[in-house]
């Protein structure tokens, strides 16, 4: 059989495209080392923002609470003031020489009587308040100090799978280079174009007779030259064009 050969010798041939092959799949796993890299703040900022909420759930709670407090406080201090005025004015009560006066201290130790008792519905109100907002403090409590520990579970985790995606990166971008230089820089050029268009697979299958990334039709002698392991561009979408044996499944078009 003649092996048409154009640029390269057949071994060339076959080492530019198993290179390109292996440029492509150390360029996807790295793409997406990547992008997992680059979803890692946006996970950090949410655990963050559910963390800030529960002090916030927290911190409304708390101020309820100190609130109450100083109702009770001052309800506390207005009931003393009334215990004393009430003592001052029944001791006043002993030493009054006319009716009138009598009668208008009666009236004023009745209106601190009835104040006394507003105060002591206000207190016992507060208190059940109280009650309820140490309960509620107690829950937000434990659910801050649950979100706080699962907040730094997560940070953790997130920082170890950092380092080892940046270490695989690294690791990645270095074979890369290898692999890269063993291609044909003509070659190298078209790939890189491939890839900066959008299209993750520069290098696809020969599927059924069709390019695997557009399923145009390759003209049969192309498609004996593609067998050959001469590399061939898909006129339509640009991709390079392997016989990978059926080993491979076709890559839709993206
Ligand atoms: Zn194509």
Same mark, same amino acid.
């Given at each position: 059989?003649?092996?048409? +050969?154009?640029?390269?010798? /057949?071994?060339?041939?076959?080492?530019?495209? %198993? &290179?390109?092959?292996?440029?492509?799949? $150390?360029? %996807?796993?790295?793409?997406?080392?990547?992008? #997992?890299?680059?979803?890692?703040?946006?996970?950090?900022?949410?655990?963050?923002?559910?963390? $800030?909420?529960?002090?916030?759930?927290?911190?409304?709670?708390?101020?309820?609470?100190?609130?109450? @407090?100083?109702?009770?406080?001052?309800?506390? /201090?207005?009931?003393?003031?009334?215990?004393?005025?009430?003592?001052?004015?029944?001791?006043k009560l002993?030493s009054l020489r006319t009716n009138a006066e009598y009668k208008a201290m009666l009236e004023q130790?009745?209106?601190? #009587?009835?104040?006394?008792?507003?105060?002591?519905?206000? *207190?016992?109100?507060?208190?059940? /308040?109280?009650?309820?907002?140490?309960?509620?403090?107690?829950?937000?409590?434990?659910?801050?100090?649950?979100?706080?520990?699962?907040? =730094?579970?997560?940070? /953790?985790?997130?920082? #170890?799978?950092?380092?080892?995606?940046?270490?695989? +990166?690294?690791?990645?971008?270095?074979?890369?280079? &290898?692999?890269?230089?063993?291609?044909?820089?003509?070659?190298?050029?078209?790939?890189?174009?491939?890839?900066?268009?959008?299209?993750?697979?520069?290098?696809?299958?020969? +599927?059924?007779?069709?390019? @695997?990334?557009?399923?145009? =039709? +390759?003209?049969?002698? =192309?498609?004996?030259?593609?067998?050959?392991?001469?590399?061939? $561009?898909?006129? *339509?979408?640009?991709?390079?064009?392997?016989?990978?044996?059926? =080993?491979?499944?076709?890559?839709?078009?993206?």
């Amino acid at each position: 059989m003649a092996h048409p +050969v154009r640029f390269y010798t /057949e071994a060339d041939v076959e080492q530019t495209l %198993s &290179g390109l092959l292996k440029l492509q799949e $150390s360029d %996807s796993m790295l793409d997406r080392a990547r992008a #997992e890299l680059e979803g890692i703040p946006g996970e950090l900022s949410l655990v963050e923002s559910e963390l $800030s909420a529960a002090r916030a759930e927290f911190a409304v709670v708390e101020a309820r609470l100190s609130e109450l @407090g100083a109702v009770m406080k001052k309800c506390e /201090e207005e009931k003393a003031d009334s215990i004393r005025k009430l003592a001052e004015y029944k001791t006043k009560l002993l030493s009054l020489r006319t009716n009138a006066e009598y009668k208008a201290m009666l009236e004023q130790i009745s209106f601190v #009587e009835r104040r006394m008792d507003d105060l002591d519905s206000r *207190i016992l109100e507060t208190m059940y /308040e109280e009650d309820a907002a140490r309960k509620d403090i107690a829950d937000a409590g434990r659910k801050l100090e649950r979100y706080t520990e699962r907040a =730094n579970r997560k940070k /953790e985790l997130l920082a #170890e799978r950092e380092s080892v995606l940046k270490a695989e +990166v690294d690791r990645l971008s270095g074979d890369r280079s &290898g692999t890269a230089s063993a291609v044909p820089i003509r070659l190298l050029r078209k790939y890189e174009q491939l890839r900066a268009s959008g299209r993750s697979c520069a290098v696809v299958g020969l +599927v059924r007779g069709a390019c @695997g990334g557009c399923h145009t =039709n +390759v003209p049969p002698q =192309n498609a004996v030259e593609i067998s050959q392991g001469i590399p061939y $561009s898909c006129p *339509i979408c640009g991709r390079y064009i392997v016989d990978l044996d059926g =080993n491979r499944p076709s890559e839709e078009d993206t």
